[in-house]
């Protein structure tokens, strides 16, 4: 069993306004050090065998995530 | 500036229908060796100075998570 984790970011120069909500709820909790705030997707990919990195990166472009709005990161988190 | 990142996961024991959608599609594109894919949220907290993890904390509990179904992950990623 391996995992592999993409994380699935908004592009930077997209607005986030799930983000940009907490970071409005800051200053109530007394918090006002906080530069901001962006909200993603984290996905979990557990194989049954070896982590196939190319294979995630194929399930990411086709599924997980949109090339026009996000960007996302592809790594292995956990060996066999 | 700091960057702490807040990995928010639904519980195992919670039915993800998200992630499960996603496996399903699998077998279309050819996959067959993933045992199973989750989907979370991912929430980058950029700090005007220091990293404040308890701060980070706060703002998990109070905010982020829903402490009845998910569980989160909180770390920080980048140094001033």
Redesign the interface.
Known sequence: ?ARVVV???LKPEILDPQ?QA?AN??PR?G?N?????????????????DA?LE?AR??AD???ANPVIEDYEIRVVEAA
């Open positions: 069993m994380d699935v970011m983000g907490v709820a800051l909790l918090v050090d906080v530069a901001s705030v962006r909200i993603g997707r984290r996905v979990e990919i557990d194989f049954a065998g196939d294979r194929e399930i086709k599924l997980l």
